[in-house]
């Protein structure tokens, strides 16, 4: 547990008082940035592959693979209570009855007491949002919209497929739902420059959101992004910038907004840079130890009321 900033682990144990720990589940879902729907290709970062648990398939029922994770968790952590967790690609991108069965599915499940929904800002309406907002009546409910960059620039330049706009209204969209809003951003494209990545601290705390996760941009073997930086490489953060990246924005964002992740931390065999060699419980220890050299916090620079 940190001092020196508002992290998901004591927030989560807080709120439930005992550890809660999130199921991965693939329900199969697409993304519109790939089927043709919004764009084709997908993101230029973007290989699912990065993050999703080898232990999940969309060939499995939702209720198998909350089996399956809970039994490695209760395992491993003695845990007792879960958040199920719709993770790779778009997980509202389908039908509302579709939504409907998947979702409550995975409520059904005795030792489930919530849903984290990773989704993109350009696939939600007022009926999906309804639906979330009906369901967040009884339990946990966090949509987690990809960002990943509040400037169009950088989004039109990774083919995200939907401007900054979008973001904010999806947003306004689901505020005062009942919902809880979590946010992904990524720090080092080639399009921005330290202060400009930085400076989202700012923007981000000014809007409904509640958690964020910050990742390090990774080149990933099968993207496109892996193609431009072999043919044309530029900088990417060494691993002792990208920790005074993190000290430096984080004193700028708001000390309510609770932090889900720092890093990202791809498989080995498809990672092609930054090859930092760190394990991630290090890396934690790291990010403490420069928030203690530099005498800071969370939210002590932050400007907002």
Known sequence: MSIYYNAFGPYIRNKFKENVYKVNIDAGFTCPNRDGSVGFGGCTYCNNDSFRP????????????????????????????????????????????????????ALMHPQIIGLAIGTRPDSVDHQKIELLSTM?????????????????KTLSDINRGHDFKCFVDALNLTANKGIHIGTHIIAGF?????????????????????????????IIKETKMADMYRETPFPLFSYDQYLDFLVNFIERLSPNIVLQRLFATAPDNIL????????RQNIIRDIDERFKK????????????
């Open 190 to 218: 080639p399009t921005e420059d330290m202060q400009q990545t930085i400076s989202m601290a700012g923007v981000i705390s000014t809007l409904p959101i509640e958690f964020l996760k910050i990742h390090q941009l990774q």
């Open 294 to 305: 530099y005498a800071t916090f969370q939210g002590r620079l932050y400007e907002g009321a």
């Open 54 to 105: 080898t232990s999940v398939s969309p060939s499995l029922t939702i209720t198998k693979q909350i089996e399956n994770g809970i039994s490695y968790l209760t395992k491993r952590y003695g845990a007792k209570k879960f958040i199920a967790y719709f993770q790779p690609y778009t997980n509202t991108y389908s039908t509302l009855d579709v939504l409907d069965r998947l979702y409550s599915e």
């Open 272 to 279: 092609i840079a930054p090859l930092w060699d760190r394990q």
């Open 136 to 152: 967040a009546r009884e339990y946990f409910v966090l949509i987690e919209y990809g960002l990943q960059s509040i400037y169009d």
